[in-house]
Nanobody
């Protein structure tokens, strides 16, 4: 089992920045693709960004391209989401996930095996 713990959420004004972190409980996860998803009130959970096991490949939802950056820490069992130019529509609970089968940056929720509890991001206008 892999446990994922997110941190870094909070309240920020529109145009501001936040950096989310996700720490995995085992070194095994360093071989997994990792991703970030979000769920806004009344909406389904959606893909935000994903990174390959090596950190060399990334994939982003169109809505966050150019504003968000996903990366892995040196130990590879930590993943970050740098969020710039935040807008009220980015308000959501953000979830970290790990894909035990895939090494590439997969965007499909069904490909992920492990999920964190989520961290709230609120962007005020």
């Amino acid at each position: 089992q892999v446990q994922l713990v997110e941190s870094g959420g909070g309240l920020v004004q529109a145009g501001g920045s936040l950096r989310l972190s996700c720490a995995a409980s085992t070194r095994t996860s360093s071989n997994y693709a990792m991703g970030w998803f979000r769920q806004a009130p009344g909406k389904e959970r959606e893909f935000v960004a994903a990174v390959s096991w090596s950190g060399g490949s990334t994939h982003y939802a169109d809505s966050v391209k150019g504003r968000f950056t996903i990366s892995r820490g040196n130990a590879k069992n930590t993943v970050y989401l740098q969020m710039n130019s935040l807008q009220p529509e980015d308000t959501a609970v953000y979830y970290c996930a790990a894909a035990g089968t895939y090494g590439g940056p997969v965007p499909r929720q069904d490909d992920y095996d492990y999920w964190g509890q989520g961290t709230q991001v609120t962007v005020s206008s």
